[in-house]
Each structure stands twice: as structure tokens, then as C-alpha cells.
């Protein structure tokens, strides 16, 4: 099974600020990861897909890079309604695996 | 609109079994994966099965291989998760998931249904 590592798990931040985090594959993955941003007691909305791809109707201040192993997501310029919990998802093989989630707080 | 709307979660004993259902509308229902996903209490996300379009390919979890059936019913629009001989650790948010281009990742989710299984 390919290991999905999210770090940090928990990231103090304030609006405004740019946020990076990262992800790192225990194989090469091919570029099949995406991001998701959930909030408390709601579903995983879809971020980024192929790694740097922007969901439809997802902020530009969003963005995802990365291949191989390693990947990023980053938030230009934080805003009030980013303060969520934020999961990389490989899918490049069965069992599709998540990254444990960074809190951004 | 994409609407997934699950249903069946609820209290179950140890050894119980549950089934639930994800009624989904907005799209073409038989051209997609769907998917079942799973989040525990206070913890991450966990994938538990897919079944492409057609029914023909259904992976699942080493979590719950054997115990859980993954099915649907294109003729009604309908995602079911059977689950067998449920365990304490089985207890979690379900999540029904459309996939966005049947590639692995999942751009619509219903709003979850939760099991909690104990005695």
C-alpha cells in the first residue's frame, strides 16, 4: 500500500498569511494526488486534482505542485473561511490512501 | 446539481450487520465510480471500496475485505454498502463519493451517514 505523510499535522496561521503544506508519497505516484479541505462537521470538498490541477469553482489563491513523491499545497493569502482541516489523496493504486490531514487553525 | 443523499447508519452490536444506501441525482448516474469513504471520531479520512460504472470491478480496503459488499443499482440511481460482522473500529462517518472522471479522486460527497457500532 502507498503511505500518504501530510506535514505539519497542525499549523497556526493568520489571515493573510501564505500557507504551504506538504505531502510525501512512499512511492512515486505519478502525479495522481489531490487535495481536499474539510470543515467541522461537513464532507471533503475537492481542491486540486493531478497535483496542480484547480478544481472548478475553487479560489486561484489555491495551488498544488509537486511529482514523484512529493507534493505541495499552498494558499497565497489566507483567508477566514480556509480555517479547515486539509487531506492529500493518492490514486495512482488500489487501496487509494489518505495523508493523515494538517489542521489549519 | 450533484446530490448524494445517504441513509441506513444508526446504533448496531458487535457482529451486527447494516446496510446502507447513497440516492444520487444531478448527473448520469451509470457513467461514474461511486465510492464509499470513511472518517472515525475525531480522525482522518479512510477509503473503504469503489465500483466502476458498470459494476464489474469493485476493490475494497484491507480493513473490510470479506465483511463489506460494495453494489449498486443503476436502474435506480442507488449506491449500496452492505457491512457484515461489524466491529467497534468500524464506527465512522460513511461517506458516499462520486468520482470526478472515473480516475480515483472524488469531486462530489453526500453529507454522511454515521454507524456506531457497540453493545
Known amino acids: 500500500d502507498i503511505q500518504m505523510t501530510q506535514s505539519p499535522s497542525t499549523l497556526s496561521a493568520s489571515v493573510g498569511d501564505r500557507v504551504t503544506i506538504t505531502c510525501r508519497a512512499s512511492?512515486?505516484?505519478?502525479?495522481?494526488l489531490a487535495w481536499y479541505q474539510q470543515k467541522p462537521g461537513k464532507a471533503p470538498n475537492l481542491l486540486i486534482y493531478k497535483a496542480s490541477s484547480l478544481e472548478s469553482g475553487v479560489p486561484s489563491r489555491f495551488s498544488g505542485s509537486g511529482s514523484g513523491t512529493d507534493f505541495t499545497l499552498t494558499i497565497s493569502s489566507l483567508q477566514p473561511g480556509d480555517f479547515a482541516t486539509y487531506y492529500c489523496?493518492?490514486?495512482?493504486?488500489?487501496?487509494?490512501?489518505f495523508g493523515g490531514g494538517t489542521k489549519v487553525e | 446539481e450533484v446530490q448524494l443523499l445517504e441513509s441506513g447508519g444508526g446504533l448496531v452490536q458487535p457482529g451486527g450487520s447494516l446496510r446502507l444506501s447513497c440516492a444520487a441525482s444531478?448527473?448520469?448516474?451509470?457513467?461514474?465510480?461511486m465510492a464509499w469513504v470513511r472518517q472515525a471520531p475525531g480522525k482522518g479520512l479512510e477509503w473503504v471500496s469503489v465500483i466502476i460504472a458498470d459494476g464489474s470491478r469493485t476493490p475494497y480496503a484491507a480493513s473490510v475485505k470479506g465483511r463489506f459488499t460494495i453494489s449498486r443499482d443503476n436502474s435506480k440511481n442507488t449506491l449500496y454498502l452492505q457491512m457484515n460482522s461489524l466491529r467497534a473500529e468500524d464506527t465512522a462517518v460513511y461517506y458516499c463519493?462520486?468520482?470526478?472522471?472515473?480516475?480515483?479522486?472524488?469531486?462530489?460527497w453526500g453529507q454522511g451517514t454515521l454507524v456506531t457500532v457497540s453493545s
Open positions: 489523496q493518492q490514486y495512482d493504486s488500489y487501496p487509494l490512501t
Open positions: 444531478g448527473f448520469i448516474f451509470n457513467n461514474y465510480a
Open positions: 463519493a462520486k468520482e470526478r472522471t472515473n480516475e480515483g479522486h472524488f469531486d462530489s
Open positions: 512511492q512515486t505516484i505519478n502525479n495522481w
